[in-house]
């Protein structure tokens, strides 16, 4: 049983506190709070078990692996089941531009094109040579096209464009100077890191958007992120590797962080097919 005190902001003069209103909450009531988390289905099979029903709504999510582990083919999956089921989603791709985006869907099964024509799916090409101001563009992006997932692919390389073209990016060029002026220790890359995620975190809070942001991982890199900071201020790692065992070689996810729910802990082997993505049922432990 858990009491909650709530005081009054001018106490008396006698001294004395007095609570002005007793709650009384049983462990019950918060873990009913906590299990009736809202879900956004990934899409992905296997990955909505092992988290227990899905995503939780709003969650900023990093999805860490090597070269060609599958990482936008993952966020992709995840956009367009959104859209199957009415929701509306923004891919940012600072690597891929829209054509090249429907290519791959089209590898897959996915009509993008068709998506992003009902309005669905939007694809916004950040050219990270252009001096573009991700931020503010962003907030622009939120206020019209509301959606409810967001995929940042990737964020290592907007991390990078912002360290090289500070000058359009303002606050991040500003956390450079201080960076180089507080500290000889080259750890720009981190605060940047740290500056855009906050500002993000902040941006998609407020409209309640569940994002999964990509970050290059070197195969058998300590780091969960390439910057080596977003792992902490994520809600959420899931790290896509290959793994090796003798001559054979095949792909394993893992669920390394994800706030407000339960998950599967250990590694679960993938399969990228021409159906997209699946994770084996037989595996999961749940
Ligand atoms: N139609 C397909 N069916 C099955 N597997 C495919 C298909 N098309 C691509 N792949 C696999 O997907 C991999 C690329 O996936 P994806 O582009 O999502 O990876 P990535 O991690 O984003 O790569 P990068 O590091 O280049 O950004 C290819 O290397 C290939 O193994
Ligand atoms: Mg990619």
Not at 88 to 116: A, N
Not at 153 to 172: C, F, K, P, Q, R
Not at 268 to 281: F, V
Request: glycine content about 10%; charged content about 20%; overall charge positive.
């Amino acid at each position: 049983m858990l009491v909650i005190l709530s005081f009054s902001s001018n106490p008396p003069t006698n001294k004395v506190f007095k609570p002005r209103r007793c709650y009384l909450v049983s462990q019950w009531a918060i873990r009913c709070v906590f299990v009736a988390v809202s879900r956004t289905k990934t899409g992905i099979e296997g990955l909505d078990k092992a988290l227990q029903g899905g995503l939780p709504e709003g969650n900023m999510v990093l999805i860490s692996g090597g070269a060609g582990t599958g990482k936008s083919t993952f966020c992709m999956q995840f956009l367009v089941h959104g859209a199957q089921n009415n929701e509306r989603g923004v891919y940012i791709s600072t690597e891929q531009t829209e054509s090249e985006l429907i290519k791959q869907g089209l590898g897959f099964g996915w009509d993008l094109e068709s998506l992003i024509k009902r309005g669905l799916i939007k694809v916004v090409f950040y050219d990270i040579t252009g001096g573009d101001n991700f931020l503010k563009r962003l907030d622009l992006i939120l206020k019209e096209f509301k959606p409810k997932r967001i995929v940042v692919d990737s964020m290592s390389t907007l991390t990078d464009a912002m360290i090289v073209g500070g000058l359009a990016e303002h606050d991040a060029f500003s956390m450079v100077q201080i960076a180089e002026t507080v500290s000889p220790i080259p750890r720009t890359e981190q605060l940047i890191a740290k500056q855009i995620l906050y500002r993000l975190l902040s941006s998609l809070r407020a409209y309640g958007v569940t994002t999964m942001l990509t970050s290059e991982l070197f195969e058998e890199a300590a780091r969960l992120s390439a910057d080596g900071v977003s792992e902490f201020i994520a809600d959420g790692v899931i790290v896509l590797s290959y793994l090796g065992v003798g001559s054979s070689v095949f792909r394993s996810v893992r669920i390394r962080k994800m706030r407000y729910t339960d998950h599967e802990k250990g590694s679960l082997r993938y399969e990228m097919s021409p159906k997209g993505i699946t994770i084996k049922i037989d595996d999961l432990a749940l």
